[in-house]
Structures are given as C-alpha cells and as structure tokens.
C-alpha cells in the first residue's frame, strides 16, 4: 500500500515561518499532482498549494507569495515553505497526491493524517 507522511508542524508567532515536509512511500509507480489542504476548525478543508510531477505549481490567494510549494520527485517528497505566517494560517495541514500504484489500474487518491500548525497573535 500507499502512505503520506506529514512532519513539521508545531506552534509559531505572526510572522514567523515553517516548512512542512510529505513523504510518500509504498508501491508506488508515479506520481501525480501532489497538493497541501488545510482545515480550520469550524471550517471546510481548502485547497492550499499544488505542484504538478513537471513542477508547475499553483497557490489560494490567501497565501501567494507567503508559501512555496516544492518537489522531490526521486524522494517522492513535497515541502511547504511557509513564511510571514498569520494566525488565520492556523490549521491541520494535510497533504494529498494521485498516485499510480502497484496492482492497480490509474491514479488513486491518497491523504496524510495532517499536521497542526498554531500560529499565536
């Protein structure tokens, strides 16, 4: 099978900055786009960051030019740089990707358990 790991979350000031990490492991025979949700408490998960397997990536309004989304195809990672971090950017992060697996006919869509991110004001 199919995990995605998330590390790197934790309890930061506004301002300050974090970067999250994903890792991938299993059968996998490629991966697709690879994505960072999060969801607010009380509120709906939203789509943070994708970065396609070509490395194109693509960000929400809320967080253009504060987070860099990044690849490493050979390690099957993402990370989310995530700078001048406010505390509406308080969430559980979550990464996503489609993923072509082994024993299995197309992609399929797998989740991490997510990772909290506090920012205190």
């Known amino acids: 099978q199919v995990q995605l790991v998330e590390s790197g979350g934790g309890l930061v000031q506004t301002g300050g900055s974090l970067r999250l990490s994903c890792a991938a492991s299993?059968?996998?025979?490629?991966?697709?786009?690879m994505n960072w949700y999060r969801q607010a408490p009380g509120k709906q998960r939203e789509l943070v960051a994708t970065?396609?397997?070509?490395?194109?990536?693509n960000y929400a309004d809320s967080v253009k030019g504060r987070f860099t989304i990044s690849r490493d195809n050979a390690k099957n990672t993402i990370h989310l740089q995530m700078n001048s971090l406010k505390p509406e950017d308080t969430a559980v992060y979550f990464c996503?990707?489609?993923?072509?697996?082994?024993?299995?006919?197309?992609?399929?869509?797998?989740w991490g358990k997510g990772t909290l991110v506090t920012v205190s004001s």
């Open positions: 299993g059968s996998i025979i490629s991966i697709n786009a």
């Open positions: 996503n990707a489609g993923i072509r697996v082994v024993g299995y006919f197309g992609a399929r869509d797998f």
């Open positions: 970065i396609t397997s070509g490395g194109n990536t």
